[in-house]
C-alpha cells in the first residue's frame, strides 16, 4: 500500500484536482466518531479488513456488501478505499485461492492496492446509525432506542422506536414500508385490526429484539429475517413485518457517504452503483 507522509493535502493527479489526500484511518475514524468500534457485537469483525490504516485513500467507494463486483467497480473508478457495512472477512480465512467469492475478491483488492474497512454492528447499535436513517426514511418521530445499552443508553444499543405524524390503518402502514424501502413484496404478521402509531424497528436481523417492541407496546415492528415461529409471537398485540435484510439496510451507504462528506467535503467518496442483493422476488401476477 502507498505511505502516507500527510494525512490531508491538496492532490497532484489531473484527475482529481479539486480533491484532498486522507489516509484510510482518517476516514476510519471519521465514521467512528459516531459509532465506535467497541460498539460492534462479540462475533463481529468491524474495522480495517484489507490494507494499511496508513496508506493514503485518494477516493472511496462505498457499498452494503462487497463482492467481486464492487472490486471491480473500484478499479474502475479509481478508488483505492472501499468502505462497507457488511464485513466480507467474518470469519478467518486459512489460504487465499480463487475457490470463495470472498477469497477472490481480497485477492483482487490486494493486488489492486485497495483498503477496504467496514462498519458493521458498532453503526448498528450507534443512536445515529442504521435504525435511525431508516425511521426517519418512515417519518418517524420522537425516536429513541429500542434496547438501550446499560451504561450509555443515549448513545447506543438495538434498534429504533417512534412515532408516525398520524396514525394510520395498517394496510397503509404496509403501503408506506414498501414504498420506502423498494420492496415488491413483505411478509408480515396476522393484522390486528387497530391503527398504526407507535413503530418499532431494527434494520438487519433484528429478531431478538421482539419482545422489546412489545414490551414498549408498539403497533409495528418492522425488521429482517423473522423465523416462521417468530411470526406467532405478537399474538395479535402487534403487527410485525419482514421487510428484508438488504432493504432495511440500504440506506445506511447514504449514511457512510454523508458522514465522510460531512466530516471532510472535498474528500472523494460515492456510493457504489452495483447492485448487492442476493435475495430476488418471484411476484406472480394473477
Given at each position: 500500500?502507498?505511505?502516507?507522509?500527510?494525512?490531508?493535502?491538496?492532490?497532484?493527479?489531473?484527475?482529481?484536482?479539486?480533491?484532498?489526500?486522507?489516509?484510510?484511518?482518517?476516514?476510519?475514524?471519521?465514521?467512528?466518531?459516531?459509532?465506535?468500534?467497541?460498539?460492534?457485537?462479540?462475533?463481529?469483525?468491524?474495522?480495517?479488513?484489507?490494507?494499511?490504516?496508513?496508506?493514503?485513500?485518494?477516493?472511496?467507494?462505498?457499498?452494503?456488501?462487497?463482492?467481486?463486483?464492487?472490486?471491480?467497480?473500484?478499479?474502475?473508478?479509481?478508488?483505492?478505499?472501499?468502505?462497507?457495512?457488511?464485513?466480507?472477512?467474518?470469519?478467518?480465512?486459512?489460504?487465499?485461492?480463487?475457490?470463495?467469492?470472498?477469497?477472490?475478491?481480497?485477492?483482487?483488492?490486494?493486488?489492486?492496492?485497495?483498503?477496504?474497512?467496514?462498519?458493521?454492528?458498532?453503526?448498528?447499535?450507534?443512536?445515529?446509525?442504521?435504525?435511525?436513517?431508516?425511521?426517519?426514511?418512515?417519518?418517524?418521530?420522537?425516536?429513541?432506542?429500542?434496547?438501550?445499552?446499560?451504561?450509555?443508553?443515549?448513545?447506543?444499543?438495538?434498534?429504533?422506536?417512534?412515532?408516525?405524524?398520524?396514525?394510520?390503518?395498517?394496510?397503509?402502514?404496509?403501503?408506506?414500508?414498501?414504498?420506502?424501502?423498494?420492496?415488491?413484496?413483505?411478509?408480515?404478521?396476522?393484522?390486528?385490526?387497530?391503527?398504526?402509531?407507535?413503530?418499532?424497528?431494527?434494520?438487519?436481523?433484528?429478531?431478538?429484539?421482539?419482545?422489546?417492541?412489545?414490551?414498549?407496546?408498539?403497533?409495528?415492528?418492522?425488521?429482517a429475517d423473522i423465523k416462521y415461529h417468530d411470526f406467532f409471537v405478537p399474538e395479535g398485540r402487534m403487527l410485525m413485518v419482514d421487510g428484508g435484510h438488504f432493504e432495511t439496510e440500504q440506506f445506511t451507504k447514504e449514511l457512510i457517504c454523508e458522514l465522510i462528506r460531512k466530516k471532510f467535503p472535498t474528500f472523494a467518496a460515492e456510493i457504489a452503483e452495483t447492485k448487492t442483493n442476493s435475495v430476488h422476488y418471484?411476484?406472480?401476477?394473477?
Amino acid at each position: 500500500m502507498r505511505d502516507a507522509r500527510q494525512s490531508c493535502v491538496i492532490s497532484s493527479e489531473a484527475s482529481r484536482p479539486h480533491y484532498i489526500i486522507m489516509t484510510v484511518n482518517d476516514i476510519l475514524n471519521c465514521i467512528t466518531e459516531v459509532a465506535p468500534l467497541q460498539w460492534q457485537e462479540s462475533y463481529d469483525n468491524a474495522g480495517l479488513q484489507v490494507g494499511d490504516l496508513n496508506a493514503e485513500a485518494h477516493k472511496a467507494l462505498v457499498c452494503l456488501d462487497i463482492t467481486e463486483q464492487v472490486v471491480d467497480e473500484a478499479i474502475a473508478k479509481g478508488c483505492d478505499l472501499i468502505v462497507s457495512h457488511h464485513p466480507l472477512i467474518f470469519k478467518g480465512l486459512k489460504h487465499l485461492t480463487p475457490e470463495t467469492y470472498i477469497e477472490r475478491a481480497v485477492m483482487k483488492a490486494i493486488k489492486s492496492d485497495i483498503a477496504m474497512i467496514s462498519m458493521h454492528t458498532n453503526l448498528d447499535n450507534s443512536f445515529k446509525g442504521v435504525s435511525r436513517v431508516l425511521a426517519e426514511r418512515l417519518g418517524l418521530s420522537d425516536l429513541h432506542i429500542l434496547q438501550p445499552a446499560s451504561d450509555d443508553p443515549d448513545l447506543y444499543g438495538a434498534g429504533m422506536i417512534g412515532d408516525l405524524a398520524l396514525p394510520m390503518e395498517e394496510i397503509d402502514f404496509l403501503t408506506l414500508v414498501a414504498d420506502t424501502i423498494g420492496s415488491p413484496c413483505l411478509r408480515h404478521s396476522d393484522l390486528t385490526g387497530r391503527k398504526i402509531k407507535k413503530v418499532a424497528l431494527c434494520g438487519g436481523s433484528g429478531s431478538p429484539f421482539i419482545a422489546d417492541a412489545l414490551c414498549q407496546k408498539a403497533d409495528a415492528y418492522l425488521t429482517a429475517d423473522i423465523k416462521y415461529h417468530d411470526f406467532f409471537v405478537p399474538e395479535g398485540r402487534m403487527l410485525m413485518v419482514d421487510g428484508g435484510h438488504f432493504e432495511t439496510e440500504q440506506f445506511t451507504k447514504e449514511l457512510i457517504c454523508e458522514l465522510i462528506r460531512k466530516k471532510f467535503p472535498t474528500f472523494a467518496a460515492e456510493i457504489a452503483e452495483t447492485k448487492t442483493n442476493s435475495v430476488h422476488y418471484f411476484v406472480r401476477n394473477k
